[in-house]
C-alpha cells in the first residue's frame, strides 16, 4: 500500500493497516522536507511510475484537497477497515475510503469513494455518504441520512432520521441536525441553522 499525505491523518491510516498486517511502501508528500514518517519513508512528490501496481490512500483529512489530488493519482486506490470497526456485510464501500477504530456501520449504507468514517462514529441502516465526505468523531447518523458530496460532519455532530444533506456543506462540531440542510452551506448549534450559504 502507498499513501500521499504524511499527515496526523496518515498517522491514522498507517494504524489501521499495520492492525490489518498491511505493508506500506511509501508516502507521497509534497514538502519535500519530510523525510519519514513512523519509519515509513516519505518519497518526495507524486510519482505513477514509483511502486505503480501497489493501492494507494490518500491520507489528507480535507475533502476538497482530497478531490483535488484524487483527479490526478493514476495508481490504483485502496480501502481500509479498522478491525475493531463493525461493518454490517450488506455496506457498499467504495475505492479510497477509510473507516477507523470503534466505528459502526449498520445494514445497506453505501459510501461513496475517498470517504472518511473517523474513530467512533456511527453510521445507521440505509445511509448514502456521497464521495469525498468526511464523519468526523464520535458523529451519529441516523437512518436514512444521505450526506451530499464533499460535505464535512463535524466531530460529535448529530443527524436525525431522514434528513438529506447537500453536497460541499460544513457542519460545526456538536450540532444537531434536524431539518433537511441546501448545498454549500455553514451549519451549527442545537437545533442546528444554517449561517451561509457560500457557494464555492
Same mark, same amino acid.
Request: net charge positive.
Given at each position: ?10 498517522? +491514522? ?69 479498522h478491525p475493531s470497526a ?13 473507516i477507523f477504530h470503534n ?5 445497506? +449504507? ?26 468526523? #468523531? ?37 450540532? +444537531?441536525?434536524?431539518?433537511?440542510? #441546501? ?7 442545537? #437545533? ?9
Amino acid at each position: 500500500m502507498l499513501l500521499y499525505g504524511a499527515s496526523g491523518h496518515a498517522k +491514522v491510516i498507517i494504524s489501521c493497516l499495520r492492525a490489518n498486517r498491511v505493508p506500506i511502501s511509501g508516502i507521497f508528500d509534497d514538502d519535500l522536507q519530510k523525510k519519514d514518517l513512523w519509519s515509513i519513508p516519505v518519497i518526495g512528490k507524486y510519482n505513477p511510475d514509483f511502486d505503480n501496481e501497489s493501492l494507494l490512500i490518500i491520507a489528507i483529512g480535507n475533502n476538497q484537497i482530497r478531490r483535488k489530488i484524487a483527479s490526478f493519482i493514476q495508481h490504483p486506490f485502496g480501502k481500509v477497515t479498522h478491525p475493531s470497526a463493525i461493518i454490517d456485510e450488506s455496506v457498499k464501500i467504495s475505492a479510497g475510503s477509510v473507516i477507523f477504530h470503534n466505528v459502526v456501520v449498520q445494514a445497506d +449504507v453505501s459510501i461513496g469513494k475517498h470517504v472518511i468514517i473517523n474513530t467512533s462514529s456511527s453510521v445507521d441502516h440505509d445511509c448514502i455518504l456521497g464521495d469525498f465526505v468526511h464523519v468526523a #468523531p464520535n458523529a451519529t447518523l441516523c437512518g436514512n441520512v444521505r450526506v451530499g458530496e464533499g460535505t464535512l460532519i463535524g466531530a460529535g455532530t448529530i443527524v436525525t432520521p431522514n434528513i438529506t444533506i447537500g453536497k460541499n456543506c460544513l457542519i460545526a462540531a456538536g450540532s +444537531v441536525i434536524t431539518k433537511h440542510i #441546501p448545498d454549500y452551506a455553514i451549519v451549527r448549534g442545537n #437545533p442546528a441553522r444554517v449561517l451561509k450559504i457560500t457557494y464555492d
